[in-house]
Structure formats: C-alpha cells, structure tokens
C-alpha cells in the first residue's frame, strides 16, 4: 500500500511540475533586464543563479544524469561537460542573436530527459547501442544551454554591456546549478542507504521518463498553438 501511494505521488508531480515550477523570467525581473543599459553584473548573476534553482527542466536532466553515478569524479565530469555544453550556447546564442523557437528548443529539452530516464533503465543496453554518455551529456548541455539563451533573448537585452551581463548571468547559473546539484546530491546519498532505493529506482526512472514526455508535449502544443513561433 505504501509503494502504491508514493508512486502515485511521483506520478502528479512529475504532471504538475511544469506548472508549479515553471522558470520562465518575467515580472520584475523581466522588468529590470529590458530597462538595464550598461554592465550590471551583480542582479544578472542572481538572475543566473534563480533561473537555474528553479529550472525542472535542466534539474531533472541532471537528476537523471547522476542518478547512478556513485563516484564524485563521475558526478564532476559529467556535471562539468554539461556546464561547457550549455555555458557556449548561452553566450553565443544571444551574442550572435540565434532566431530559434523556444518552444522547440523546450521540447527538445524534454526530450532529453526522457534520453536519460530510458538509458538509465538500461533501454539503449537492451537494444545493443549503448551510446557514449560523456558526448550525449555535453551534447545536451549545449541545447539546455540555448533554451537559456532564448529566455533572455525574448527579453530585448541591450547591446550596451551585454557580453559582461552574460558571462555575469552564466557565473549566476553555474552557482544556481551547484546548489541545486549538493540538494540532490545529499538527497540521493541518504536514499541510496535505504531499501527503497533498490525496490524504487527503476519506479523513479519510469516516472523521469514520464516527466520528459510532458515537458515535451507541452512545449509542442506550446509551438503550435502559438504559430510556430
């Protein structure tokens, strides 16, 4: 009965988790970012670091990602090749203004969660095509990186100071992702302990899964009902 009731809780957050959390800028922050003229690297490196403590998105990727990574040098490595991948695009993306749809990008972001929950179900070992995650975790980080970009891009950033406010913002998010990653981290350390990690893993990957699927349906229905935009 009780595995019953905590799957069935995994399950409606993993459904309302777009909604509760979703990440977007907007308000006064929003606000603040349009009307900055000049480097003013502090409040962005704030922004950074919000927009990642409360970006599910990424945090379930990541989540996925460490999910059976027992050693610290493999939760650095990937977590590090993950930073380079979305650290490039971020930049580059709002420098050289890359006209992309953010509901596509979102999508494929959902999508890469859903990549990491059936790879850690052992989906890819099943078929005979194990791929090398080391390249698929940076190759992600770099589309986790644009879906960044197009959140700031949507704002009209102004050129004035803009490459000192990004990097400020970038800094911002890696310190956003740090904290957010020692939670999990300590989270998962004391789970692993417990019998229920062993009886609940595969529960919880399915559920991961389940969570891309909606992350992604919801950012396509997103693109369409908005034009394609």
């Not at 988790?17 to 000049?38: L, Q, S, W, Y």
């Not at 062993?198 to 919880?204: E, H, I, L, N």
Request: with cysteine.
């Amino acid at each position: 009965m009780r595995q019953r009731h905590f799957l069935f809780a995994l399950l409606a957050f993993s459904l309302v988790a777009p909604a509760a959390f979703a990440h977007a800028i907007g308000g006064r922050d929003a606000e603040f970012v349009r009307n900055t003229i000049g480097a003013d690297p502090f409040p962005f490196l704030y922004l950074g670091a919000k927009h990642m403590v409360t970006g599910y998105d990424h945090l379930l990727f990541l989540l996925g990602v460490i999910f059976f990574l027992y050693r610290m040098k493999d939760v650095l490595l990937y977590v590090t090749l993950f930073s380079l991948g979305h650290s490039t695009t971020l930049i580059l993306g709002v420098l050289f203004d890359l006209g992309v749809s953010s509901h596509l990008v979102d999508m494929v972001i959902g999508l890469s969660v859903c990549w990491k929950a059936f790879d850690n179900l052992g989906g890819f070992a099943k078929l005979g095509r194990q791929p090398d995650n080391r390249i698929i975790v940076g190759g992600f980080g770099l589309i986790h990186g644009l879906g960044l970009a197009t959140k700031l891009q949507a704002l009209g950033l102004n050129k004035q100071g803009l490459l000192e406010n990004l990097v400020a913002f970038n800094i911002g998010v890696e310190i956003g992702q740090v904290i957010a990653l020692s939670l999990i981290l300590v989270v998962m350390t004391l789970w692993r302990t417990t019998k229920s990690f062993g009886r609940f893993a595969v529960a919880a990957n399915a559920l991961l899964f389940l969570a891309g699927v909606v992350l992604a349906g919801e950012q396509l229905a997103g693109y369409f009902f908005s034009g394609g935009a």
